[in-house]
């Protein structure tokens, strides 16, 4: 898998996407942001027009009931208008960035939960993670609200289009005026938001690394290791030039902007000055009428408004659709594996058939090197593998290939002869069990964390055989609330702490409850205690009765009662046999166990192998 393709989204696409979304949510907002906009320019308009028409009415002695009449429907027109913007106003602001953040969250999650897993670990997903969070910062972030910026835009340039018609019905030359400043006003903010696109990507990769620095010195897991090695210092210190870059970065933005706004504000003063003397001099001249100077007085002094409001709409609306791109980025990352109709898994025999690897190899996205090359190796139904080698010999990946979760860069992995990327993906996956190093338990009970389940659909008396065949039955039931305690003190205030050894059991009832054909442990006794250990070796046969099953250990002579030794160094199967056989090879496997033999005084050997054979 390599870096996930960033897309290009035009910005009609955008549009389109963000209104379907708020249509699909609540179509009141989408009305709301269309009155919003008309309303907008109707109660201004008509507000810079009741001055015009109470002097016309004046000076040309209209009747009093004429007067009142055209006077209080005007009135009464502005009130209309007036509540129905507060009331639609009212309705965009408090939802359409709601609407927007929400529904990415959820979005989100989805995505997080059912993409493949290799394109979740993949750091090109997490750096399109980082632009994307970015753009979601909030409800009032500009992506969240597209059609609020719509509707500004909408009502900028209804407003431009109205005001203009007024004043250039006067003369043409102040619209030519006012055009002209425009246009280097545009330009002006056009250089401001490239400021903001050139540093975006380097501005995300910043608060990315401020929010990991942020994260580490919170994690309780790493507080320990901050403490006692005095991190504090080195993290201090990234954090604070990350946070100085940062800040740099920001400031370049903001100034982009402040010389915008402030090359906007003379050119109004200048603008509206030339316009209003050159009213003036008409009104002198008797060019014009009272009424009608109020009116475009007023109109110049608006226009300024519409102008400069259509100028920053547009720019918050490229932002806004810039970072709906982001987002797009990062839900639209498309899943590799079929999660579409697939093969038809192999059934009726509880074993799966065999699973064969055809000079398979992986790569990490973006490694230099191949983690794994060359592998051949086909187990049988109901075999027991081991798979032993020294730390970083591929061992972990192997499993994560075998079992689904990474596709081989090279060769093939097929079940029962057919290439596993032919079945759809989950059913694929359900044919395993598994218990890898890192364990992570789940704010629900004991129960819950065993079935992975709602507690509608747990079967409790499958729990409980399978913490008392994962050894964790004796400690559960000492608690008052059994199974039903909760775990994860970070969400549940009553819930309970498990011990590294007691979260390895719980992972491996975890696997035991689930009952699928492959059981693919992977150091699942790291954590635990001499005597809890060897209960499991001398069980491991009950364990994995019926089963395939592939067991990964750094104890080599704990892999004694597995049918067959895969011995990995460098990313390849180096060495491959039982026991006996590749201690009679004297390579690689034999050295190892001898350094490790070793370390155990005779007669504890001799235990221990007694205690494997009866596995
Ligand atoms: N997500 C990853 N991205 C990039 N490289 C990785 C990733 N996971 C593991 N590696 C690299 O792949 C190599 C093999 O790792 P793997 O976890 O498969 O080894 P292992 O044999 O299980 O090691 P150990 O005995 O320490 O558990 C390591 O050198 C590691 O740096």
Redesign the pocket.
């Known amino acids: 898998m390599t870096t996930p393709i960033k897309r290009t989204y035009s910005a009609w696409s955008n549009i389109l996407y963000s209104m379907r979304l708020h249509w699909r949510a609540r179509p009141l907002t989408l009305m709301c942001c269309a009155v919003s906009a008309l309303v907008g320019v109707g109660f201004p308009f008509v507000s810079i027009l009741m001055p015009k028409i109470v002097i016309d009415n004046l000076t040309e002695g209209v009747a009093p009931s004429e007067f009142i009449l055209s006077v209080g429907g005007l009135a009464l027109l502005l009130a209309a208008l007036s509540g129905a913007k507060s009331y639609a106003d009212l309705i965009t602001h408090e939802s359409v960035g709601t609407i927007s953040i929400l529904k990415h969250l959820q979005t989100i999650m989805h995505k997080h939960l059912h993409m493949d897993y290799e394109v979740l670990?993949s750091p090109g997903y997490a750096k399109l993670g980082e632009k994307a969070w970015r753009a979601m910062q909030s409800n009032h972030s500009p992506a969240s609200n597209i059609p609020r910026n719509l509707s500004q835009l909408l009502m900028n340039v209804l407003g431009l289009l109205a005001y203009g018609t007024v004043i250039g019905s006067v003369h043409p030359l102040i619209l030519l005026l006012l055009a002209v400043s425009a246009g280097i006003n545009w330009l002006a903010l056009a250089r401001a938001r490239k400021i903001e696109r050139n540093t975006r990507e380097e501005r995300s990769k910043l608060q990315g690394r401020l929010r990991y620095l942020q994260q580490a010195s919170k994690e309780p897991s790493g507080g320990k290791d901050v403490r006692l090695y005095d991190l504090s210092r080195l993290i201090r210190g990234l954090f604070q030039n990350a946070l100085g870059t940062c800040t740099e970065q920001e400031r370049k933005v903001a100034t982009g902007d402040m010389k915008a706004q402030l090359a906007d504000a003379a050119l109004s003063l200048l603008r509206d000055g030339a316009a209003y003397a050159f009213l003036i001099y008409l009104v002198m001249h008797g060019e014009m009428t009272l009424g009608n100077f109020v009116l475009v007085f007023a109109a110049i002094g608006a226009f300024a408004g519409w102008l400069s409001g259509i100028l920053t709409s547009s720019s918050d609306l490229m932002r806004a659709l810039s970072e709906m791109s982001d987002i797009r980025d990062y839900l639209d990352v498309p899943d590799l594996s079929n999660t579409g109709a697939g093969h038809a898994l192999p059934s009726g025999d509880r074993l799966p058939p065999a699973i064969t690897l055809r000079n398979v190899g992986y790569t990490?996205?973006d490694?230099g090197k191949p983690?794994l090359s060359g592998i051949d190796l086909a187990i049988e139904p109901g075999e027991r593998i081991a798979i032993v080698?020294?730390?970083?010999?591929?061992?972990?990946?192997?499993i994560k290939l075998l079992c689904g979760l990474y596709r081989p860069t090279r060769g093939e992995i097929a079940l029962g002869g057919v290439d596993v990327t032919r079945y759809n993906r989950d059913e694929y996956f359900s044919l395993f069990s598994t218990v890898f190093?890192d364990i992570h338990l789940f704010c629900c009970d004991i129960a819950g964390n065993v079935s992975q389940q709602p507690p509608d659909r747990t079967d409790d008396a499958n729990v409980a055989k399978s913490l008392v065949m994962a050894g964790l039955m004796e400690k559960v039931s000492g608690l008052e609330k059994g199974a039903s305690t909760l775990l994860v003190r970070r969400v549940h205030a009553d819930a309970i702490e498990l011990s590294g050894g007691e979260k390895q059991k719980l992972a491996l009832a975890r696997a035991l409850y689930k009952d699928a054909p492959v059981i693919i442990l992977?150091?699942p006794t790291a954590a635990l205690d001499p005597i809890a250990e060897s209960e499991i070796y001398q069980r491991y046969a009950e364990l994995t009765a019926g089963r395939t099953s592939i067991y990964?250990s750094?104890r080599l002579a704990s892999t004694r009662f597995c049918d067959r030794i895969l011995l990995?160094d460098g990313?390849r199967i180096a060495e491959c046999g039982t026991h006996d056989e590749l201690m009679r090879a004297g390579g690689k496997y034999a050295e190892m166990f001898r350094v490790q033999a070793h370390y155990y005084k005779d007669g504890e050997v001799a235990d221990h192998e007694e205690a494997f054979h009866l596995a």
């Open positions: 670990e990490y996205p490694a983690t080698g020294a730390n970083g010999a591929g061992k972990t990946t192997l190093q992977d150091e990964i750094h990995m990313g």
